[in-house]
T-cell receptor, first 114, second 115 residues
């Protein structure tokens, strides 16, 4: 069965620290990949997505992610976090053949110390 | 453009009752998907509708059902509510381009509490 693994459940960083959140998926075929963010009290928002092309994708608020097909990974990065990045981050995958069904990871809670 | 809207935002029901949740997609979006979010299980796909037809379904019991209207608005219904149905129910809409679904945009959700 298809699945998405986010290895870190809770990450605590200080402001200006660099961030990398891991995401691995299990699916042998072509996939579309996403990172969504849920700020406290707000709804899910798209951070960035990968459909095809350059495996390094840039999203909003200085986030980027790299798709490494050989590792089935799509890690999220940000060189310098801010207090306002405190949120829950979800990695998600849709198999290309069934693109209406998003499979989400369990989420990573990011807490930033001011 | 207005975003995805969901009504009601909060709902309290008792076991055995049924509930209907509503979702209005972004204008022009014809695909609507539903998800259940709980602390224990995370975000789980319920089903997806396009042109009034259910195209995809997750692993939920038959008590969970949905429908889509000709204006793309969608409703989901849960019958014979159980305590474990307490969750945030999210609706997402998306465009279809060339037969493929584009990015899904989420609504604020309906928080259901079953007592």
């Amino acid at each position: 069965a298809q699945s998405v693994s986010q290895h870190n459940h809770h990450v605590i960083l200080s402001e200006a620290a660099s961030l990398e959140l891991g995401c691995n998926y299990s699916y042998g075929g072509t996939v579309n990949l996403f990172w969504y963010v849920q700020y406290p009290g707000q709804h899910l928002q798209l951070l960035l997505k990968y459909f095809s092309g350059d495996p390094l994708v840039k999203g909003i608020k200085g986030f980027e992610a790299e798709f490494i097909k050989s590792k089935f990974s799509f890690n999220l990065r940000k060189p310098s976090v801010q207090w306002s990045d405190t949120a829950e981050y979800f990695c998600a995958v849709t198999p290309y053949s069934s693109a209406s069904k998003i499979i989400f990871g369990s989420g990573t809670r990011l807490s930033i110390r001011p | 453009k207005a975003g995805v809207t969901q009504t009601p935002r909060y709902l309290i029901k008792t076991r055995g009752q049924q509930v209907t949740l509503s979702c209005s997609p972004i204008s022009g979006h014809r695909s609507v998907s539903w998800y259940q979010q709980t602390p224990g299980q995370g975000l789980q796909f319920l089903f997806e509708y396009f042109s009034e037809t259910q195209r995809n379904k997750g692993n939920f019991p038959g008590r969970f059902s949905g429908r889509q209207f000709s204006n793309s608005r969608s409703e989901m219904n849960v019958s014979t509510l159980e305590l474990g149905d307490s969750a945030l129910y999210l609706c997402a809409s998306s465009l279809m381009v060339g037969g493929l679904q584009e990015t899904q945009y989420f609504g604020p959700g309906t928080r259901l509490l079953v007592l």
